[in-house]
C-alpha cells in the first residue's frame, strides 16, 4: 500500500550533522546550528544555494532564530519555520520536512534542531485555572511515581531500570557527540543521590545545548543532484499523536447517571474503564501516556509495513530510565512485564536483538530539547549506513526514532537501509 511518505519518489536522509550536546556554555545558538548545517552539507555534499526551505526545531532561544542563524550562510531566500512542540521540537521539524518534500513542494529540505538551556517555561503554568498540586505536573515527580507502580507492579526491584541508566551511560561513553561520556556501573547508579523516589541523578537526563541537522532530499531528485543512493536512508513512516483524555461519561459501558436509578461514582459504574486504567498490559499509574506511546508507535509500523520485531534500532525518550522499560513494552519489542528481562538477556544492548538507544539516549547523550529528536534520526542514520564508528550495531537494516513531549504528544519515524 502506498502512503503520503512515499510521495515525490519517496524522501531520504542525504546529509547529516551534529555539535556535539554540552553543559550550558556563552557559546552563541549560531555557532552550535551552524555547525551542524555545516556538516550536513559536507556529509550530503550539496551546497547551501541547494536548500530550498528549512524547519527549525527550538524552545527556548526565542522568535526567529532560523533566519538570524542561517543569513550567515547566505541570504538564500528560502523558506524558513520555527516549530516548538517541547521536547519533540525537532522531531516535528524533521516531519513537517518530510510532507514538504513528500507533497513535491520542495526537494532539499532542512530540519535542524538547535537549543540552550532556557527557563522552562510552560503554557501549562499561564492557563488560568488552580492546581490541585504545584508539583504534579514536573516531569520527575510524573515519572517517579510511574516507575514506583511500574516496579510494585511487574515485582521487579530498584535495579532493573537502574539496569536502563548502565547501558545508556555506557553506549554514550562510545559517542564522540555525548554529554556525558564516563560509563558507570550498577552499583554506582544505585547508590548515587536521589533526585525523586527511585530515580537517581544517573537515571535522569542532562539539560543542556547542542545542535542536529539532517538535509532531507526526494526520491526523484536524488539522481539529478548526483546523490549516492545508498548512503541516503528512506523515511519508510511518519506519524504523530496526542494524548487522548477520556470523559468518563463517554466510555464505553457507562451509564448515564441521569437514566439510573441509583447514581453511581463513574469510577464504580459497570463496564466502565478509567482512562489510567486503558491500556493493555500498562502499569495503572501513567497509562495513558504508556496508551499514547503505543498507539504512535503502532501507526508508524503499519505505514512502514513492519511489525516492531524487525526493528533492529529504537531511539526512543529516556529522560527517565523507567521510561525505556515501559516504553520498550509499549511499542513491542517484548511482552508486558518483560521489559526487565529483555534488558538483562541483552536484548537491548548493541549486537542484541534490537539496539535500543545506540546514540546514548537522553540518559548518556543528552536532552538539549530541540535538537533531541533530530539527533535521534542522525544515530539512525549513521547505523543504517554502518557508519557508527566503535558503537556500530550490525546488520541494521530498519530503525525507529520515538520521542514524546509535554502536553502530551508523540511522534515516531521509521527509517530503512
Known sequence: MSHWI?????VYVAGIGLHRYQFPTQTPYTHLGLTAVRAALADAGLAWQQVQSAYIGTTSIGMAAGPVMLRHLGAGGLAVMQVENASASGSFAFRQACIEVTHGI???????????????????NKDGLEHLSDSATIPAVKFALMARSYLRERGAG?????????????????????????????????????????????QCCPRGEGAAAVLLVSGHALGRLGLERKRCVRVRASCANSERHQH???????????????HQPPERSQGHQHPERSAPGAPR??????????SSAQA???????????????????????EELLYSEAIGLCAPGEGPAYLERGDSQIGGRCAINASGGLLGMGHPLGPTGIGQIVEITRQLRGAAEGRQHPGARWGMAHMI??????IAHVLSA
Not at 180 to 193: G, S
Open 158 to 202: 530498584a535495579e532493573a531500570m537502574a539496569r536502563v541508566a548502565v547501558k545508556n551511560h555506557g553506549n554514550a561513553a562510545r559517542n564522540p557527540y555525548a554529554q556525558l561520556r564516563k560509563p558507570r556501573t550498577l552499583e554506582q547508579v544505585l547508590a548515587a543521590t536521589k533526585v525523586v523516589g527511585d530515580l537517581t541523578v544517573p
Open 106 to 124: 520542495s526537494d532539499v529540505v532542512l530540519a535542524l534542531g538547535v537549543d540552550k538551556h532556557g527557563d522552562g517555561r510552560r503554557a501549562a
Open 405 to 410: 513531549g509535554l502536553g502530551a504528544v508523540a
Open 248 to 262: 468518563p461519561e463517554r466510555s464505553e459501558g457507562h451509564q448515564c447517571p441521569e437514566r439510573s436509578e441509583r
Open 6 to 10: 512515499d510521495g515525490n519518489g519517496g
Open 300 to 322: 508508524a509500523l503499519e505505514q512502514a509495513g513492519i511489525a516492531a520485531t524487525q526493528l533492529d534500532l529504537l531511539e526512543l525518550h529516556d529522560a527517565f530510565s523507567v
Open 285 to 294: 499509574h501513567g497509562a495513558s501516556a504508556i496508551e499514547l506511546v503505543r
